[in-house]
């Protein structure tokens, strides 16, 4: 990310800003389901904003799944990141474990899930990017003819 995730930064309040805005744009067109891939930075940052969305908005009846790519892939975190994980997936409406156990892919597995289970979506991906999982997950929804908001462009 081309900020400092840390409050008080001002490019990462510029992220959350468009992030949020993302959000809401997708609600104001009637989406309902929101789905995330449950890994830090991104993924949890729009969970975040999804529920206090859900909060703001209940008569809307907003969801949000949880797309674990396998179980325990927190271990491994900073301990505040594993609490707030462990908070975020307890608030999910739902919670699809794609794996059994970590294996070479199992990212790419939930991506892509993600992808076919969705109408649009929200990414944040450097523009000039031509590599990595967010990059390849863009390609992949591209492919298949999904909208891909990417909350970086024109940053």
């Excluded at 930064?9 to 949020?20: I, K, P, V, W, Y």
């Excluded at 529920?51 to 975190?77: C, D, F, N, S, Y």
């Excluded at 000039?128 to 967010?134: E, P, Q, R, V």
């Amino acid at each position: 990310m081309p900020f400092r995730a840390v409050e008080g930064d001002e490019g990462f309040a510029c992220f959350a800003q468009r992030l949020e805005d993302a959000v809401r744009t997708e609600i104001d067109r009637g989406t309902r389901h929101f789905i995330t891939g449950m890994c830090a930075g991104m993924d949890l940052w729009a969970a975040c904003v999804v529920l206090k969305l859900r909060e703001e908005l209940p008569e809307l009846g907003i969801t949000l799944e949880a797309a674990v790519p396998h179980p325990g892939q927190e271990k491994r975190w900073p301990e505040s990141v594993q609490i707030a994980y462990r908070a975020i997936l307890e608030a999910c409406d739902t919670r699809t474990v794609l794996a059994r156990h970590y294996f070479n892919g199992v990212m790419m597995v939930r991506n892509r899930y993600m992808v076919d289970h969705a109408d649009a979506c929200i990414a944040a991906m450097v523009p000039g990017t031509t590599g990595g999982g967010t990059y390849h997950t863009v390609q992949y929804a591209l492919k298949k003819k999904k909208e891909v908001i990417n909350i970086l462009e024109n940053a």
